[in-house]
């Protein structure tokens, strides 16, 4: 008997009381594991997730998560060889494979990266500036983004058994959420061993991966208002999951990408001999074909111009003889099997509910010519392009999860569009045109209808990653059909798990909650030039306040004599009078900063290494000749670099008058070496 799949659960690997349901490689049919999770104790995991692995990944910072997401791709990376030997038996080629696996550890390496560069070495993230409450300035509120208490249980289907589970996992642990797993049990076996190499790394804290190999019945009886469920797979199960009590009344929040009735539309302003006619053709046959036709992503309907349907159709037709199916072993095999029998059934099934209205023009919906393999035992099937007839409504309802795309022929590209929204809500749809307005035309016909939208021409198409490429910078998921969620996105998909909260409070008390200086909060005058102290000296608050500088004509004439910047507003008398804004010659704003920083930099070598730099900068009073600026700089964040000798400290800068009013306002960035031993 072949090895029945186990549960990560609660700290120990677990395997069920009873010999488990068969799962068969795609393309022999032979057993390649069993699953069931009878006896398994879902409570458990919930409890061990919430207080083992949750406190554990709190008390890290966003750039403590992110270098173990580091280490864990680099881990997975080198021992990618394994998952790539067991992805065959889910029927994908080396191809279908890297899409799965490099692309999940592509996915842990992004999130890693921005964790550090684009989230504080802290456990709270600042949502917009700071909002003035009072007249007095004593009462302001701030935005902040916190942890949840709670777990992300992630729920896989079959088609990504790795990618699935990385590109949830990832943000999740990034927000301080551990995550209990469910993957699609046709293909859990390659899920499992995932696991299992992360598990044995000893990477990640424990508690904060679990794993459910097989069903998950009671797993969201348990959970609570601090919990969240993303769900991948079809609009039938989640509609059982929205159901839920716990999802009706109970606060767990449900994300769900489901169903998607995806679209490419060929641009009216394209003809036959364009770049991006072949462009087109060539990306719907990738989508088609790649884990043969299996990804959530893949082009279901080919919208074009009724004038080119006939050539577009003889150029599919054309690409897809060049397509040679069978056995993914072979090295000569381009397209795979499907996930398993059952799934081709599907798949012959909602093709025989698409002929209602439409005729298959390119493969035979019987065919089993095969480059290898045996069609009987093997989950193979043919790519199959379909030609809708006038008013079809069919290819806009149905959605073949496999090798098959319906064209379309639209008149007008309102009608492109219009039928493109009869998908009602998908994942993604791409354009192919090199007009500029046909592009802002579809892109915002498309928009309210689609997650995302790839907008393909000759300029892009060499760095294009394709249509049915999720990206972890760029938001994946769609609104109606597509059900409505959202995943990665960048730092959008970590924030989407962590709570925003609203803080109102004097500066001096903000600035304790956020570790933030809020303005109008304490600042601390030592005698001890800030720029003499070593990250492990300063303090929050930490500031020096310069002796004031006067502002001659002789600087402003030089200034614009030596840059070159002579806007009339420096240099004409008569001109600059005349500007409402102005009334007579002011100084250059890059001027004034220049003069700041001379009024506070100390010039000698010390802990501070290098600025690189300057945020939110603001001109808000003109400078003219003879008045005297000063500047306050204070310690506003100091951040501290994993893995350096040095850290970043962001300063608040403001430029006042000899009146006291601001002139300019701005955000100094330094690298600070975190201690110094002055010479």
Partial sequence: MSTLLESYAAGRWFRASDDGEPLLDAATGEEVARISSRGLDVAAMVRHARDTGGPALRSLTFHERAALLKALAKHLSERKEELYALSVRTGATSRDTAIDVDGGIGTLFSYASKGVRELPNDTIVLDGGLERLGKGGTFVGQHVYTSRPGVAVQINAFNFPVWGMLEKLAPAFLAGLPSIVKPGSQTAYLTELAVRLIVESQILPEGTLQLVAG??????????????VAFTGSAHTAGILRRHPNVLDGGVVLGVEADSLNCSILGPDVRADDPEFDLFVKDVVTEMTVKAGQKCTAIRRVLVPGALAGQVVEALA?????????????PDVRMGALAGLGQREEVRKAVEAL???ADV??????????????????????????????GATEPHDVEPFGPVSTVLAYDGLDEAVALAARGRGSLVASVATHDPDVA????????????????????????????GSPLPVLVHGGPGRAGGGEELGGVRGVLHHMQRTAVQASPDLLTAVTGRWTTGA??????????RKSLADLRIGDTIASAPRTVSLADIEHFAEFTGDTFYAHTDPEAAARNPLFGGIVAHGYLVVSLAAGLFVDPAPGPVLANFGVDTLRFLTP????????????????TPRSGAD???????????NQEGKAVATYDVLTLVAKTWDAP
Avoid: C
């Fill in 318 to 330: 054309e690409r897809l003889a060049n397509v040679s199916v069978g056995d993914p072993r072979n």
């Fill in 522 to 531: 304490a600042r601390a005058e030592s005698g001890v030039h800030p720029f």
């Fill in 355 to 357: 002929r209602a209205s």
């Fill in 215 to 228: 069903g998950a019945g009671g797993l969201l009886d348990e959970l609570t208002v601090q919990d969240s």
């Fill in 440 to 467: 802002r035309s579809v892109v915002l016909g498309l928009a309210p209808w689609h997650g995302r939208v790839l907008v393909l021409d000759r300029d892009d198409a060499k760095e294009s990653t394709g249509h």
């Fill in 623 to 638: 400078v003219k000749a003879g008045d005297a600026i000063a500047v306050t700089l204070t310690v506003k964040q100091i």
């Fill in 361 to 390: 023009v390119v493969g035979d919906p019987a065919g089993d010519a095969l480059l290898d393999g045996d069609a009987t035992r093997g989950a193979f099937m043919t790519p199959l392009v379909l030609l809708a007839r006038p």
């Fill in 646 to 656: 040095y850290g970043e400290v962001r300063w608040d800068a403001v430029v006042t």
